[in-house]
């Protein structure tokens, strides 16, 4: 069940660093309307093998406190990105993400 993501919330489930996937070292990769977070390079590294997702992706690790912000959430959301999986795992023979899903809430 994805629970409303709000600032507070999403502080609350991340570590301290926090990594995402990259083809271009700024921009996070996200198969719309899910975005990814890791709590180690190595396993966003391995979910993007897993992935297959064609694209040559890599990781990225930030404080967390750097990437969380109002300007993050906004940029999500403008994105149509609407779900954030934390620590994913990617069932080869299914196709299936599985992990915890943060709900965007929306803007009021």
């Known amino acids: 069940m994805a629970d409303d993501l709000s600032m507070a919330k999403l ?15 700024q921009d996070m990769w ?3 309307p899910y975005g990814f977070l890791f709590s180690t390079g190595q ?6 093998t897993k992935m297959g997702t064609g694209e040559e992706l890599f990781a990225v690790g930030l404080d967390a406190g750097n990437l969380v912000s109002d300007e ?15 620590d994913p795992t990617f069932d080869t023979a299914s196709g299936d993400v599985h992990g915890t899903i943060l709900r965007l809430a929306p803007l009021t």
């Open 11 to 25: 502080v609350e489930v991340l570590p301290p660093r926090i990594w995402y996937l990259t083809s271009n070292g």
């Open 30 to 32: 996200c198969r719309r």
């Open 43 to 48: 396993a966003a590294q391995e979910f993007a």
């Open 72 to 86: 993050m959430l906004s940029g999500l959301r403008n994105s149509a990105v609407t779900r954030i999986f934390i």
